[in-house]
């Protein structure tokens, strides 16, 4: 459960939210389109990927013989495990999302572009950079403004495995009674 504690800020009141990695975020800033300018910059927290997690999102959602077994991906073109393309747009979505935690979330128009150049590996430890690069009003919800996005996915390598260019629709300050927070972090 989510409890207000300030007009921006939310906090966990039942258990705290906890990444793989060990670290605990308790309290996170809410985002608004109003916070938000064009090249602007948000790095997500890491994120570790586990065997056991590749190969569940395979079994329910890309049953492929390279993301199930590891000892038959062995003998394909990637010469071991690896994971779903769609598990690493999952994972980029969480990660986006707790990164930019739009007031009431974010509602997604579309992808206009998806790029896997590399893939992800069990033990591999993903980060999301996501750059606003275009904002305007809705023309027809007054009350959301429409926000172009570019997020690109890394490896603790940083070697990028998916880049992804986005449109969404986010609430604006001012349809909750908010008033403006002074800019972006």
Sequence with gaps: ?????????????????????????????????????????????????????????????????FHLSRKEAERTIFKGLVASGWHTAAMTMRLFVQTLNFAEGAIGLGVDELRWPNVVRPGDVLTVETEIVDLRPSRSRPGFGIIRLRNVTTNQRGEIVQTMLASAMVPRRERFGVPPSGGSE
């Design 1 to 65: 459960m989510i409890k207000r504690i300030a007009p921006n800020l939310r906090i966990a009141q039942s258990r705290a939210m906890t990444h793989e990695c060990g670290l605990i975020f308790a309290a996170m800033k809410e985002h608004y389109f109003d916070d938000l300018k064009v090249g602007d910059r948000f790095k997500s927290e890491p994120l570790n990927v586990t065997e056991k997690q590749l190969i569940e999102f395979a079994h329910k959602f890309d049953p492929q013989m």
